[in-house]
């Protein structure tokens, strides 16, 4: 039996260092931007947050994406 992963959903998570902590520690922020098309390119994606960063007054520390999939059975 053979399974198959169906894309359903993505989010974009954006970290963001905000500041520092008492022991200089950078203090990470996340932004999440949901509804983003699971056919999307994972280099869409990040230029996409690179876009979207230029817009935020804090330093982008990282990009994620999140991906929700249904598995299904083939045959």
């Given at each position: 039996?053979?399974?198959?992963?169906?894309?359903?959903?993505?989010?974009?998570?954006?970290?963001?260092?905000?500041g520092v902590?008492?022991?200089?520690?950078?203090?990470?922020?996340?932004?999440?931007?949901?509804?983003?098309?699971?056919?999307?390119?994972?280099?869409?994606?990040?230029?996409?947050?690179?876009?979207?960063?230029?817009?935020?007054m804090h330093?982008?520390?990282?990009?994620?994406?999140?991906?929700?999939?249904?598995?299904?059975?083939?045959?």
């Amino acid at each position: 039996m053979a399974v198959e992963a169906v894309p359903l959903a993505s989010v974009l998570i954006a970290r963001f260092v905000t500041g520092v902590d008492d022991e200089g520690n950078p203090i990470l922020r996340a932004r999440r931007w949901s509804n983003i098309k699971p056919a999307a390119t994972d280099q869409n994606v990040y230029d996409a947050a690179l876009a979207l960063a230029g817009l935020q007054m804090h330093t982008l520390a990282a990009v994620e994406r999140q991906l929700t999939s249904e598995l299904i059975e083939v045959q």
